[in-house]
């Protein structure tokens, strides 16, 4: 059997390991088929590419994106595109520069709570000078004892409706979609579990995301509870998405699930790389 995990985060987003020892984590757990699916950012993957030459490990071309819909965050994670694509590439930039700016308002906001120099503290943080996070945030909240864990940081000062939440100027949906086929990729919906929806709203995402193009979405995911999966496995039958999978693997001490741990994907469901 093939072992898949097409979602994990390394230090050119907000995990703690270098691409290269991902490749090299994901070997050791089994992993056959891995994408490295950095938020807005796709500088580790060349790293990464030289990691797996030789290895068991197939590497392919992943991204996750972040983009609005209704004035919610939801993130794409795109799979399979050209690293070469200059429409990739630029609307990627754009978003790194906007998430500065976030930055910047978010550290005013934590000022305004009374933690100060958190922009600074979150920088300490930051393992690619050109994308900042919440998760940065998160982590010099906690290392500075404000709050006792990183899920604590986002339930009391970085979450949406808290004191240092800042509306985050993603692109659209729609746009997001685009971008990824235009680079040649696919468009998968990422832990759709995650978003606080109704089951209304939840259907009429999965629609329109279906309506713009979307081919995919995740229906096993580490943001997901047991029933949650299955229920995700109905959507992908019910819309017609292909399915895909991935740990979402940040951390060794903050993530719940390990790289390549998913069950694999129930059988009648087509898969994100059967087309591959
Ligand atoms: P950002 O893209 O900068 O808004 O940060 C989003 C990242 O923060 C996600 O990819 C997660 O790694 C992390 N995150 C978001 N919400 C939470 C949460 N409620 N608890 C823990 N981590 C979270
Ligand atoms: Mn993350
Ligand atoms: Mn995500
Ligand atoms: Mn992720």
């Not at 290269?20 to 050791?28: D, E, N, Q």
């Not at 709050?147 to 800042?166: E, M, N």
């Not at 998968?188 to 995919?216: I, K």
Request: net charge neutral.
């Amino acid at each position: 059997m093939t072992v898949y995990d097409l979602h994990c985060h390394s230090t050119a987003s907000d995990g703690t390991l270098s691409s290269s020892a991902l490749v090299a984590r994901a070997a050791r757990q089994g992993v056959h088929c891995l994408a490295i699916t950095d938020h807005d950012d796709i500088s580790g993957l060349a790293e990464a590419r030289q990691a797996a030459t030789g290895t068991s490990v197939r590497l392919v071309n992943g991204v996750e994106l972040s983009a609005l819909w209704n004035r919610r965050t939801v993130h794409i994670v795109g799979l399979f595109f050209d690293a070469g694509s200059s429409a990739l590439q630029e609307a990627l930039a754009a978003v790194r520069a906007a998430r500065h700016q976030r930055a910047d308002a978010i550290a005013r906001a934590l000022a305004q709570t009374g933690i100060g120099g958190a922009l600074e503290g979150a920088r300490r943080f930051v393992t690619n000078e050109a994308l900042i996070s919440r998760t940065h945030f998160a982590r010099f909240l906690v290392d500075r004892g404000h709050v006792s864990s990183k899920q604590k940081a986002f339930d009391r000062y970085l979450g949406q409706g808290k004191p240092a939440y800042v509306p985050p100027p993603w692109p659209a949906l729609a746009d997001s979609i685009g971008t990824l086929h235009a680079a040649g990729g696919i468009a998968v919906l990422a832990h759709p579990g995650r978003y606080p929806l109704t089951d209304t709203a939840m259907r009429r995402l999965l629609s329109e995301f279906r309506d713009n193009g979307g081919d995919a979405i995740e229906v096993f995911s580490s943001s997901h509870t047991p029933p949650q999966n299955e229920r995700f496995v109905e959507y992908a039958r019910f819309y017609g998405f292909k399915a895909s999978l991935g740990s979402d693997f940040h951390d060794p001490g903050e993530s719940r699930i390990d790289l390549g741990a998913l069950p694999p994907l129930p059988l009648g469901l087509v898969p994100v790389w059967s087309t591959q």
